[in-house]
């Protein structure tokens, strides 16, 4: 089995409010998994358990099959939402120095530190204080202290936020190459379409709770068949309104969006679509992630 | 001793300004040069905590203030060395010129130089021809007062009540002299009551207790005294501003993910302390060649004593104290707080060392000055004083090491646990009712 991190039976309670309720899943080894939920979820507050920054009521981290403790998340890479620097110090010093305490000597600390500042483009900042740099770069600074250890397991809250569409590429592109070389990828984000396009699979929780997970092609395949039916003459698909098993989510440019209920026939559905009037358009449609999403959280 | 005192207060604006300045920040004049071996030592055996000091001893060693506020300490302490040793060199008492018109014999040379002497000054005794050229010698300030005919003294401007300069000192001691001979002679004694009556024997003054230290050896307290708290001042706000700076800048959630609280917190504590001890090195090591070369009394008698007992007061106040302002540090939320939070924690300090610089000029320790002399808070300021003024036993000293050792373990137990639940907590200024209350 390769290497996994699994969250189980997670809960966490401040006073009243419950901030994580039985939490469970798990982060394959070499996939990039994005961590949804609307704000106050529990993202953070379940980040900060897996390293240690929160303690758990109940539940347990566990690593390989194993409790977490500080040797195995020296091998984890952790970017935190509130970003952390010391703004003083230099560029290169400042990766160099948290690959140090992430366990590597000094000469490789110092050649990786090299290594990633040239791959994420900020090479030319390597003697700059961190505070001279722009938000995007500190950004890429952050990464590049997350990732200088090579760590086996990387967990990034809201990774992509206040980027621009370079620095979300690049970023997005070293997540997916250290996922292929087989570390396993954990992020936040409120930008469902770059999760979707990043992402293997989701975590989607709300109110510390689970309430959806899986592959995203799965998810987005999933609950019923979704149809897009242009028909000519009836722009507001009036033909479809009365059909049974049918929902019309959406009416846009006169081509109509059909959620099917199961067991619906999409081939009655084309019928009637005939016999309304020419059907110019007729096509099957994945559910976006975003609908995925709302529709979890319903 | 007097001239101490400025000095003192100097020292309390110097840590108001320097405490100014670090709160708003600083930055590193340049790049480092690679790792010392020192470094390499402390990194590969001392672990995570060695990282950390190793961290904090370059940032801290590097910065603009770390080496300008030594050098003004430096030039502080050289003048607090130099200048009483140049003073002390040109001590010789002033001349005097005294002109003499009529005559001038022995006895009368003779008693003019001791009524001089009493002031004191050095009487230059010359007899004038006339009393034109005598007076002329006067306004021309070459005399500073003459005697005519051993009946009268003439001074070039008149002396008023209150007038306690040297030439009016110098004119009373003159009267007062050449009056008692007047009467003595005109009482016609024999040379041997005459010989009495002039140099009559002394009685002796005994002390209930006794007479107090050289004024020397106070110096070399006071002097100790103000850098301790300079220091002191200084490397408890390093603390306070290098924890308050993790936090702010969210760094420390960061290092916190692979680094526990408490290794992070002790490697700040070692780092920041290595950097004090190197500066407080320097600048003990740079009084001593001063006092060497300008031949100054601070290392005379029972200073080098007190020089010791300042330096291991400095560490084990630097040991109390820094956990105090890591645990206040952790509180914070933004550097702006800091000013307000740490005046506060200074005023055991303050006190401590108010006190304490008043009684080493008194040279005088009154029993509720010994008792701050064993509590850890005043302890490194009152109990080198106790030591410079004589007055502290081998076991009294003892006793208030140990008792500040065991306050130390106690206050970094509680600061810890303060760190550890305050430090995570963002958003506002964390209340220190609220860290000891909750559960995590």
Redesign the interface.
């Given at each position: 089995m390769s290497a996994q991190l699994e969250v189980r039976g997670l809960t966490r309670r401040y006073g009243d409010l419950t901030a994580l309720d039985d939490l469970t899943f798990e982060v394959p080894s070499g996939q990039v998994v994005g961590f949804l939920g609307p704000n106050g979820a529990g993202k953070t507050t379940t980040m900060r358990v897996i390293f240690g920054l929160v303690e758990a009521d109940r539940g347990e981290v566990l690593w390989n099959g194993a409790a977490i403790g500080q040797r195995e998340r020296r091998r984890f890479g952790y970017m935190p939402e509130e970003r952390g620097l010391y703004p003083n110090m230099l560029v290169r010093e400042q990766v160099e120095y948290l690959g140090r305490l992430h366990g590597m000597d000094s000469q490789a600390a110092a050649a990786a530190s090299g290594r990633w500042l040239e791959r994420l483009g900020i090479a030319d900042r390597a003697t700059s204080r961190v505070d001279a740099l722009s938000h995007g770069n500190q950004q890429r600074v952050q990464l590049a202290a997350a990732l200088v250890h090579e760590p086996e397991l990387i967990v990034l809250d809201e990774p992509l936020a206040g980027l621009d569409p370079t620095g979300i590429d690049a970023i997005g592109g070293v997540l997916s190459e250290q996922a292929r070389a087989g570390s396993g990828v954990l992020f936040s984000s409120h930008q469902l379409d770059q999760v979707e396009d990043l992402c293997e699979s989701v975590i989607i929780i709300d109110h510390g709770r689970l309430v959806a997970s899986g592959g995203v092609d799965e998810l987005e395949t999933g609950g019923g068949n979704r149809l897009v039916v242009r028909v000519e003459g009836d722009r507001e698909a009036r033909w479809a309104r009365q059909l049974p098993g049918v929902t019309v989510s959406e009416v846009a440019g006169g081509a109509a969006r059909l959620v099917l209920a199961e067991g619906a026939d999409s081939q009655q559905v084309l019928h009637a679509a005939e016999r309304a009037g020419a059907v110019t358009e007729f096509r099957f449609e994945r559910r976006r992630l975003s609908e995925v999403f709302r529709e979890a959280l319903a | 001793m007097k001239r101490l005192i400025p000095l003192a207060v100097l020292a309390v604006l110097l840590v108001a300004r320097a405490l100014r300045h670090l709160c708003r920040?600083?930055?590193?004049t340049k790049?480092?040069r690679g790792?010392s071996a020192a470094r390499?030592f402390v990194?590969t055996h001392l672990g995570?905590v060695g990282?950390v000091a190793a961290?904090e001893f370059r940032?801290r060693t590097r910065g603009r203030i770390y080496r300008v506020g030594t050098l003004v300490i430096l030039a502080a302490v050289a003048a607090a060395v130099i200048i009483p040793a140049l003073n002390k060199s040109s001590s010789a008492p002033a001349r005097a010129g005294v002109g003499v018109i009529g005559t001038l014999d022995a006895p009368l040379r003779s008693a003019i130089t001791a009524a001089a002497r009493e002031v004191p000054l050095t009487a230059h005794v010359v007899a004038e021809p006339s009393l034109a050229t005598a007076e002329a010698a006067l306004r021309a300030g070459t005399l500073d007062a003459m005697i005519v005919d051993g009946r009268r003294i003439v001074v070039q401007q008149g002396i008023s009540a209150t007038d306690s300069s040297d030439d009016a000192q110098l004119a009373h001691a003159l009267a007062t002299t050449l009056s008692t001979r007047a009467t003595l002679n005109a009482a016609q004694l024999s040379p041997a009551q005459l010989a009495r009556l002039t140099h009559p024997v002394r009685i002796p003054v005994t002390g209930l207790e006794a007479a107090a230290r050289p004024a020397e050896v106070h110096a070399t307290t006071i002097i100790g005294l103000i850098l301790l708290f300079v220091l002191l001042s200084q490397y408890s706000a390093w603390i306070l501003i290098g924890v308050a700076?993790?936090k702010s800048?969210?760094?420390?959630?960061?290092?916190?993910?692979?680094?526990?609280a408490i290794h992070l917190l002790t490697g700040k504590v070692l780092g920041i302390g290595a950097a004090a001890l190197a500066q407080a090195t320097v600048v003990v090591g740079f009084a001593l060649v001063l006092a060497k070369i300008f031949g100054s009394d601070i290392l005379k008698g029972a200073a080098p004593l007190d020089l010791v007992s300042s330096l291991a007061w400095l560490v084990l106040g630097y040991a109390f104290y820094c956990w105090v302002y890591a645990a206040a540090g952790s509180l914070t939320e933004r550097q702006s707080q800091l000013q307000s939070m740490s005046f506060p924690l200074a005023l055991p300090m303050l006190f401590g060392y108010i006190v304490s610089i008043t009684t080493a000029s008194s040279g005088n320790a009154s029993t509720f000055f010994k008792v701050l002399a064993y509590l850890p808070p005043t302890a490194p300021f009152a109990m080198p004083v106790l030591v410079g003024l004589g007055q502290a036993t081998w076991w009294g000293f003892l006793l208030a090491v140990a008792l500040s050792l065991a306050a130390t373990v106690g206050v970094a137990q509680v600061a810890a646990g303060i760190y550890r639940r305050a430090i995570?907590r963002?958003g506002q200024r964390v209340r220190i009712r609220e860290v000891l209350r909750a559960d995590?």
């Open positions: - | 920040g600083e930055r590193p790049a480092p790792p390499r990194e995570d990282l961290r940032e700076e993790e800048s969210r760094v420390v959630e960061v290092l916190l993910a692979t680094v526990r995570l963002t995590h």
